[in-house]
């Protein structure tokens, strides 16, 4: 069975340091992610004068600032994220990063990126969406906020435009996100309405909830990683230190070990069991050659090593073929 991806969100949690955005790098290979993924954008071309920061990020930031004041001191530069990546390249892991505006798509673009992340935000934005289609690589698509029609319209543009291939994450676009909203039967819902792979991406805070949709089937866990959530900024507080991120991954790898192929079948570790769990019939006193078999005088005792229980029928109103002593396996 192929491996869940999964993918550290270090996001903007680098707090506009290439130096820290590297470290994220360093900790998320140490934690067993498959990627580490950034967010690339120019903050005046995200978001308008007027825009207000989220509840989440007002009590996650220690100043009263507009959306576009904070987002400009999240901002790493282009150059920066051409040594991000080769960075990433020279630890062995998989840089990858979401734009967030369409210049940053085009210089994302000439990084040579596997595939995009497009951030539940964008969902309904059709020029954004157009130009990712017409890059022509796969989509990731987070469905936070989303009904099932908007996500429709979404990949019809997508494909419209040229993107040859769509996954979905299950998302709830809150920070932290309550576990009672999670709604991780929604997963199986977007496979069967769309019938493409589907994983999840997490903002509760805590990892049972992502080892839990491993085992309901996720290709792909997204996961905010931080190195200390402690640290000012907007997603700390929502996101697994090093060491969270470490159990998660042992967790979610210990679980797709256990969900195995599906077949029903005794497993090697348990044939060596049989004999000693199972049970064989046995005489339930002594008997003497010729005696007739009865319910009386055999019975089922462990081990397992000998004529099997579901062999009763066949075996009452027999003779024995010689004589047998109390518990002693029945032969014919």
Same mark, same amino acid.
């Given at each position: 069975?192929?491996?869940?991806?999964?993918?550290?969100?270090?996001?903007?949690?680098?707090?506009?340091?290439?130096?820290?955005?590297?470290?994220?790098?360093?900790?998320?290979?140490?934690?067993?992610?498959?990627?580490?993924?950034?967010?690339?954008?120019?903050?005046?071309?995200?978001?308008?004068?007027?825009?207000?920061?989220?509840?989440?990020?007002?009590?996650?930031?220690?100043?009263?600032?507009?959306?576009?004041?904070?987002?400009?001191?999240?901002?790493?530069?282009?150059?920066?994220?051409?040594?991000?990546?080769?960075?990433?390249?020279?630890?062995?892991?998989?840089?990858?990063?979401?734009?967030?505006?369409?210049?940053?798509?085009?210089?994302?673009?000439?990084?040579?990126?596997?595939?995009?992340?497009? %951030?539940?935000? =964008? $969902?309904?934005?059709?020029?954004?969406?157009?130009?990712?289609?017409?890059? !022509?690589? *796969? @989509?990731?698509? #987070?469905?936070?906020?989303?009904?099932?029609?908007?996500?429709?319209?979404?990949?019809?543009?997508?494909?419209?435009?040229?993107?040859?291939?769509?996954?979905?994450?299950?998302?709830?676009?809150?920070?932290?996100? %309550?576990?009672? =909203? $999670?709604?991780?039967?929604?997963?199986?819902?977007?496979?069967?309405?769309? !019938?493409? *792979? @589907?994983?999840? #991406?997490?903002?509760?805070?805590?990892?049972?909830?992502?080892?839990?949709?491993?085992?309901?089937?996720?290709?792909?866990?997204?996961?905010?990683?931080?190195?200390?959530?402690?640290?000012?900024?907007?997603?700390?507080?929502?996101?697994?230190?090093?060491?969270?991120?470490?159990?998660?991954?042992?967790?979610?790898?210990?679980?797709?070990?256990?969900?195995?192929?599906?077949?029903?079948?005794?497993?090697?570790?348990?044939?060596?069991?049989?004999?000693?769990?199972?049970?064989?019939?046995?005489?339930?006193?002594?008997?003497?050659?010729?005696?007739?078999?009865?319910?009386?005088?055999?019975?089922?005792?462990?081990?397992?090593?000998?004529?099997?229980?579901?062999?009763?029928?066949?075996?009452?109103?027999?003779?024995?073929?010689?004589?047998?002593?109390?518990?002693?396996?029945?032969?014919?």
């Amino acid at each position: 069975m192929k491996k869940c991806t999964l993918i550290a969100e270090a996001g903007v949690n680098h707090n506009g340091s290439l130096e820290l955005a590297k470290k994220l790098a360093d900790e998320a290979k140490r934690a067993g992610a498959d990627i580490v993924k950034y967010q690339t954008f120019r903050a005046e071309k995200l978001t308008s004068a007027q825009g207000k920061m989220a509840e989440y990020q007002k009590s996650n930031t220690r100043h009263e600032e507009s959306q576009l004041e904070m987002l400009k001191k999240l901002e790493l530069s282009y150059d920066n994220f051409v040594e991000l990546q080769e960075y990433c390249r020279g630890i062995g892991i998989v840089f990858l990063s979401t734009p967030f505006d369409l210049e940053s798509i085009s210089f994302l673009n000439g990084l040579g990126l596997p595939f995009w992340k497009v %951030p539940s935000g =964008e $969902v309904t934005n059709y020029p954004y969406l157009r130009a990712i289609g017409q890059t !022509q690589k *796969p @989509v990731v698509l #987070s469905t936070g906020m989303c009904r099932l029609s908007e996500i429709r319209e979404a990949m019809k543009v997508l494909t419209r435009f040229g993107c040859p291939e769509i996954s979905l994450l299950h998302c709830t676009t809150e920070y932290p996100a %309550p576990k009672s =909203e $999670v709604n991780l039967r929604a997963m199986e819902t977007l496979r069967q309405e769309f !019938q493409v *792979p @589907v994983g999840y #991406s997490d903002h509760t805070q805590g990892i049972e909830i992502p080892i839990a949709a491993v085992a309901m089937g996720a290709v792909m866990i997204e996961k905010h990683f931080t190195l200390d959530k402690e640290m000012e900024g907007p997603d700390h507080k929502a996101s697994l230190n090093p060491e969270e991120w470490r159990e998660m991954v042992s967790a979610i790898r210990n679980v797709e070990a256990a969900l195995g192929r599906g077949i029903k079948i005794p497993c090697e570790a348990e044939e060596k069991n049989k004999v000693i769990a199972r049970k064989s019939i046995v005489a339930a006193r002594d008997i003497i050659k010729g005696e007739v078999f009865t319910e009386d005088n055999i019975t089922a005792k462990r081990p397992g090593n000998g004529i099997s229980p579901m062999k009763w029928e066949t075996i009452l109103g027999t003779r024995a073929v010689r004589d047998f002593r109390e518990d002693e396996l029945i032969e014919r």
